[in-house]
């Protein structure tokens, strides 16, 4: 793998992406918190934006890495999604996906978790498609754009002992 950062392609800030949703009552769990999987289902959704943005394509989900929920969501309070292309790879990219809760009566936000999506672009046929490279400028982009890489060989790897098993 390569880890020369690009000199071409498309700032991260242009596939930056925000989604925000109440929540409400109607995705509550027994404990009276937001469905896990309503969470999953929106960093997909911030995700999908944000790779869809940066390819200026259709884009598929391919993988999920793990999701550690840190604190519970309480229906009423705001969730925050912001999204962001971390690195290309021909084809396909990595989305990282920090998720957000806001007290609305408080102001007060706190970070509940975060994810690593993998998308591959594809045309109308579902075929793959190239994807322009991820020009990170900041040192946080670039910091997330080595770990991207770091990532990849760890997901990879998984992929690979799961196709032998």
Same mark, same amino acid.
């Given at each position: ?12 800030? &242009? ?11 109607? $995705?509550? @769990? ?7 999987? /309503? ?13 869809? #943005? !940066?390819? #200026? @394509? ?7 890495? $793990?999701?550690?929920?840190? $604190?519970?969501? !309480? ?6 999604? *912001?999204?962001?292309? @971390? ?14 809760? &806001? @007290?609305?009566?408080?102001? &007060? ?14 045309? &109308? ?25 770091? #990532?990849? *060989?760890? *997901? ?7 196709? /032998?098993?």
């Amino acid at each position: 793998m390569d880890d020369i950062l690009p000199v071409e392609g498309r700032a991260v800030s &242009e596939s930056a992406s925000e989604v925000s949703e109440m929540a409400l009552p109607i $995705y509550a @769990n027994p404990l009276g918190n937001l469905l896990g999987g /309503r969470v999953m289902h929106l960093v997909d959704i911030a995700a999908a934006l944000a790779a869809m #943005r !940066h390819a #200026r @394509n259709a884009v598929v989900t391919a993988s999920v890495d $793990y999701m550690t929920f840190l $604190y519970p969501v !309480h229906i009423g309070e705001l969730v925050i999604l *912001r999204a962001s292309v @971390n690195r290309v790879f021909q084809t396909s990219m990595e989305v990282g996906v920090r998720v957000l809760v &806001e @007290n609305l009566t408080t102001g &007060e936000q706190r970070h509940t978790s975060s994810a690593y999506l993998t998308f591959v672009a594809i045309d &109308e046929a579902g075929g793959k498609v190239p994807v322009p490279q991820v020009v990170p400028r900041t040192t946080d982009e670039i910091r997330r754009w080595h770990k991207a890489g770091e #990532r990849r *060989r760890t *997901r990879l790897e998984m992929r690979a002992k799961a196709k /032998r098993d």
